[in-house]
């Protein structure tokens, strides 16, 4: 796994990118969203929280870390999504991984072992999302209030899918 890596923060001004911040992470960065202000950054095993501020004053963004959950198995996460306060995980080997986020708690609300490889997540709605493993994609349905992940539909391509 990487040792070292960093999240840089841009702004686009007159279709030009303004470097605004920048902050060192252990691990390589492997996906980022955007959450209440919060930053949340897959980071080799884990995910790990920052808190964007502004300083309207000076116009200085800085990224201060929050807190960070680990994966459990120490597989190497590869994507991370969200919508509204549901954030799905996907690692390497064997899960996708369901927290929820409220009022300022980061909690795993769900976890499921079944997909293989999974290369990209993408949250549609609080209770469904679709995740790309190695040759196939899965549509899941989400229960929070039981932490039951199940999938709903297959689609079996035959190649990798990024």
Known sequence: MPS??????????????????????????????????ILLAAVNERVELFVVRKDSK??????????????????????????????????????????SFASSSFELAAHHHYSLGVSSVKVLDESSFIVATDKEILMYQIEINNKIIEPRDRLYVGERIN
Request: with cysteine; aromatic share 8%; net charge positive.
């Open 58 to 99: 000076i116009g200085k963004v800085e990224l201060k870390p929050l807190e960070t959950h680990k994966n459990e198995r120490k597989v190497l996460t590869t994507c991370i999504d969200n919508f509204s306060d549901t954030v799905v995980v996907g690692d390497l080997m064997t899960a996708v991984t369901v927290y």
């Open 4 to 37: 070292k890596g960093c999240i840089y923060i841009f702004s686009l001004s007159s279709s030009r990118l303004v470097f605004l911040s920048s902050c060192a992470t252990t691990g390589g960065v492997m996906g980022l969203c955007y959450l209440h202000n």
